[in-house]
Each structure stands twice: as C-alpha cells, then as structure tokens.
C-alpha cells in the first residue's frame, strides 16, 4: 500500500494563510473556510508519496487496490470531467462487483476527487468499484452543472459497466456536504436514461435549500441569485422536493454539532422519506461539527456497511 505524505510543504502552508487573512476580512469565508481548509490539508494528505496525479490515465497497484486515475467520462476537453476508478485487485476474469459513484464536497464551488480517496479506497477494499469524479464547479458553471455533471458521470459509468466488471443492476451514490446533496439529488430525482440507483449515502447534506432565508445571497456564487428572485430554482434543486415512494434506500448522518449544514436539513429529509415509505436510516454523529463528521470513522464505517447490506 502506498505510503502518505502527512509533511507541511510550501504550497501548502501558503494556501493555509491566505484563508485564514481572508477569514479575517471576509464574512463569507466564515462560512466556506472549513471547507476551503478542508481542500487544502486533504488534497496533500491524499497524495502518495511520489505519485503525481494531475496527468491523464495514470494507474497505480497495491495489493488490494487498482486505481485508474483521471479517466475522462464526458468531454476531453473539459478539465473538469475526470474520475478515478477503483477496484479491488482480487477481482476476477468474468466477476462483476456493485459500484459507487463518490462524489467530493465544498460548497459546489471548491473541492477535488482527491478529498475522498480514504473513503474511495476503503469502499474499493470492501468489493465495490468505486468512480470518484470531479465535476465543473460555480460560480464559472452555475448550478444545474454540478448534477448534470454527475448524471453524466453515472450515465458513463452504466455504458462502461461491462468493460468495468460492475453489475449494473447494483449502482449507488455516496457523498458528503454539497457531493452528499447531489448524491441524493440523483436517487430522487434520476435521470431518464438511466436505471434508478440501488442505494445512497447522503452525509452533512443540504437536502432542503427551500429552507434558505428569501434575501440571502450566500448560494447566489452557485444559483445565479438569492431564492426570493429564484425560488423554483432552489427547489428543483432541492433533495426533498423530489422524494417519492419509488426512491431507493437512502442512509443519512448528520453531525450533532454542525453549524455549517444545520442537521434539521437531514431531519427533513428523514421526515419526507419517512412519509412517502422510502427505506432509510438516519444517524447522529454526536457532538460533531461538519468537518469532524466527514471523517468519523464510525459514522462512515455504518454508512459502508448500509451500502453492502443493499448493493451486494
């Protein structure tokens, strides 16, 4: 397995202080700062020690794992549209395994593919084929993007199931933050060219933004505007507007202690999928703020075993 670069390095240390002064000045990077913190430690800490992952088709091999980085699942010359593909290395000639589409969190405006790789490889080492993208981000590509991007990606992933070994009767999502709200933006409101997924995981999510007060403008980078000028927008956007009895089971956890995505936002979520009958389960990470959540290991470790109970 290869080894982690957990060193400070330049780059690094540079990217960390420009957050912290523009924290200083800048409301709005009170509220995206642990994400943009967030970002910064983890693309190092993801990294292997001499692997470069910015380059186009890189493979690498451990023992458990086969990862196939940066494969292009739309457009070649759309830099945004990479994935990495997982797969456990034991994986046999005519052998077909359920598969997972990761999706990175940050706001819809910020984040990598790189931000998931423990949970990537963690998932790949419990016999899924795990598709970890990147998607165009706001305020350069506003939403829809981000989930027309992913629809894209789960699309891709279906037509490539053969070559993959992936049973394509068996394809979930797993996100958190903005990825665990497009994660279940694709169970309930899916794409018409493509099956319905068999499960999702959708953590620290914003599955309400209806909820988001008239005026403000905190989502105006990613929607264009406040909801006041574009409520039909926030809605259609929003997780549970979509939620119907048809969904497929759907696994929620919210940190106790989240500021950030208050969790009455999975709360009602859990109370719309409680009355349209769509299986689920909801677990409180207790005493945890948004960021801590995201690498809860017991909370994530639940999340896994939901998915295998489902998809496997």
Same mark, same amino acid.
């Given at each position: 397995? *290869? ?22 000045? $800048? ?15 983890? =693309? ?9 992952? $910015? ?6 091999? *451990? ?6 980085? =940066? ?43 790189? =931000? ?94 209806? *909820?988001?007060?008239?005026?403000? =403008? ?44 208050? *969790? ?22 207790? $005493? ?25």
């Amino acid at each position: 397995m *290869s080894s982690h670069c957990l060193t400070h390095t330049p780059k690094m240390e540079s990217q960390h202080a420009d957050i912290m002064t523009k924290l200083k000045k $800048d409301w709005m990077y009170r509220v995206f700062a642990p994400l943009l913190l967030l970002t910064t430690w983890s =693309n190092v800490w993801a990294q292997p020690v001499g692997q470069s992952v $910015d380059s186009d088709s890189e493979k690498s091999r *451990s023992a458990d794992i086969q990862i196939d980085y =940066n494969v292009v699942y739309g457009q070649p010359d759309e830099p945004m549209h990479r994935a990495d593909i997982l797969k456990p290395s034991t994986l046999k000639d005519g052998e077909k395994l359920p598969a997972l589409l990761l999706i990175h969190g940050g706001a819809w405006t910020l984040g990598d593919k790189r =931000n998931d790789a423990k949970h990537a490889k963690r998932l790949a080492s419990l016999g899924f084929v795990v598709m970890s993208i990147n998607y165009r981000l706001a305020p350069k590509h506003p939403f829809p993007a981000q989930i027309d991007d992913c629809r894209l990606a789960l699309k891709w992933l279906h037509e490539h199931a053969d070559e993959l070994q992936v049973d394509s009767s068996s394809i979930g999502s797993w996100g958190y933050s903005a990825g665990g709200h497009l994660a279940a933006l694709l169970a309930t409101d899916p794409s018409p060219d493509v099956p319905r997924l068999k499960a999702c995981v959708a953590g620290g999510a914003p599955c309400d933004l209806t *909820s988001i007060p008239l005026d403000s =403008n905190l989502l105006k980078p990613v929607f264009g505007g406040p909801r006041r000028t574009l409520p039909e927008k926030y809605a259609d956007a929003s997780p549970i507007t979509h939620v119907s009895p048809d969904d497929p089971p759907i696994f929620l956890f919210h940190g106790s202690k989240d500021w950030l995505v208050p *969790s009455q936002s999975s709360i009602s979520m859990k109370e719309a999928l409680q009355r349209e009958g769509v299986e689920f389960e909801y677990l409180v990470v207790p $005493d945890k703020a948004h960021l801590m959540t995201f690498i809860d290991r017991e909370a994530t470790e639940k999340s896994y075993q939901f998915l295998i109970e489902r998809m496997r």
